[in-house]
């Protein structure tokens, strides 16, 4: 009997249809960069001061610059120039009186300017920034700073509860099913997130976004891979984690344009619901609808590809199987990741790894935020060396196997994020560069763990494999990264391989 990709062989392993399944899917994984770092932008934290009533009204009447508005009335940087003062604390003074001079307001007040009192930001901040973000509209700082922690975490801890969940809807239930359903949530969970006036409002819509938005991407990862023929099964999944990359550059682009943070999430959220047309451009995939016994529907998508890429299905197509029998519908369940030994060993391997990169890839991006630089510009350097890195998997790849480029690019990353820890902070230009080449290493990490993954797990538990649970681990703990789908055989078939995949580990 044929299988799925004796099939394919034969109707085009990558031909027009699968090409424009492929380009059709890499929106979608485009469209999740937002919502995995779009706090670098919504979140950003500009200069700021306290505002101060009556300060405004003689930086007017003295005719005050803003650089000569800021050294008359707010208060300098502490021990060792910490901000903290600067940022937090006001003058307690009655910027009204009259007797106030233009000069030096202060000095009648107090020979030092460090004896005078100082006191929390009653009357809220002035923020140094043409734009806005959830920081400015909320006054996220100083003893509220936390709460854009909480900000993070909760887009985090959905994907951590989403994955408990969409990863065996989608085993469960289909591909495109849980595509469809997690894609028209995120869309209105995103939009309402706009427009929503208070900060909690803000929170409960980001954490939506988290349950579903993560499966979205996870759904259409499974899709095409299982739609491709084997020979273009891993240059397809690369790719697929290529167009997130493509997503990093554009976000970079929008934010610019739109320097106000709910234009900015309408702007990456509206487009959102066009992927709801899936529902015509992109099919089930067969081998999952083989594995539920439903043969005649699988036979069915495999005659429209061939249609599609101008080839006649073979005749007996009709007899069409996965590569083993499986007895029965098989139930996902995450106790299946460790019911052998060799299945328990590869769980807690990668679970490890997964964890470990995601932290390192989140924090990454993060940290081209916190740098002191141009955001943009440094978020933008950060993104395209991802590039690169998906040019050095396909190089490598073939030539070396997994484990020593997987080896090697650990390295890499841990090295640059320790040597960043005795890099001044002055130094500007060599932190980035040093950040950028660990997330080149971390990018490969990743994408070659989601290669392994697909290579030692069995297609019916796909959605609950080590990918999602070590990757959403670190989401719980305020971190995150992408994880990878399987589309492989069942565990017999993965058992009869073992020789194979051990040498992958």
Known sequence: MPTVDDVLKQVGEFGWFQKQAFLTLCLLSAAFAPIYVGIVFLGFTPDHHCRSPGVAELSRRCGWSRVEELNYTVPGPGPAGEAFPRQCRRYQVDWNQSALRCADPLADLAANR??????????????????????????????????????????????????LTVGYIADRFGRKLCLLATVLVNAIAGVLMGLVPDYVSVLLFRLLQGLVSKGSWMAGYTLITEVVGSDYRRTVAILYQVAFTVGLVLLTGLAYVLPHWRWLQLAVSLPTFLFLLYYWCVPESPRWLLLQKRNAQAVKIMNHIARKNGKLPPEDVRMLSLEEDVPGQLSPSFADLFRTPSLRRRTFILMYLWFSSSVFYQGLIMHMGATGGNLHLDFLYSALVEFPAAFIIFVTIDRFGRRYPLAVSNLVVGAACFSMVFISHDLHWLKITVACVGRMGVTIVLQMLCLVNAELYPTFISGVGPGCRGNDAASSGDQGGRFARDHRGCETAEESKTQRKDDLL
């Not at 460090?114 to 100083?142: A, K, M, N, R």
């Not at 700073?145 to 994955?163: P, Y």
């Open 114 to 163: 460090s004896h005078l009192p100082l006191g929390p930001c009653e009357h809220g901040w002035v923020y140094d920034t043409p734009g806005s973000s959830i920081v400015t509209e909320f006054d996220l700082v100083c003893a509220d700073a936390w709460k854009l922690d909480l900000f993070q975490s909760c887009v985090n801890m959905g994907f951590f509860l989403g994955s």
